[in-house]
């Protein structure tokens, strides 16, 4: 098998993922793109493992490391996303610059932040 092919599709997996990193405006979109980059880093390793014919195969091992360390962030940033959709109301990129509440309006129950906190 030749190197090429996989190396060209993970090249385009990688770009496409990147592409996504910088133009969607969606958190979790954001984070589906990350996760595409890993697995054209993870296709990479791989083909050179196989390539290399390496007797370790460190690429396999490195790959699963990869994987696991994939997992963990998908599921940290999955729950942070979450967090934020619901203090805030959106997952845009954009509207979450500034993640700081306000210093001059403190948060209590008798003075929200946001009128609609109100209870009765």
């Not at 460190?58 to 696991?68: E, P, R, S, V, W």
């Not at 979450?96 to 009128?115: F, H």
Request: glycine share 4%.
């Amino acid at each position: 098998m030749h190197l090429a092919y996989p190396a060209v599709l993970a090249a385009l997996l990688f770009c496409t993922g990147l592409y996504g990193v910088l133009a969607r405006r969606n958190a979790i979109l954001v984070l589906m793109s990350v996760e595409l980059m890993l697995n054209a880093v993870n296709l990479n390793l791989v083909a050179f493992d196989v390539w290399l014919r390496d007797t370790l195969h460190a690429g396999q091992a490195l790959t699963l490391f990869t994987i696991a360390v994939a997992a963990a962030e998908i599921g940290i940033g999955l729950a942070i996303v979450l967090m934020v959709y619901r203090n805030r109301g959106t997952a845009d990129v954009d509207k979450l610059r500034d993640t700081a509440e306000p210093a001059d309006t403190p948060r209590t129950p008798n003075n929200p932040s946001n009128p609609s906190e109100v209870t009765a």
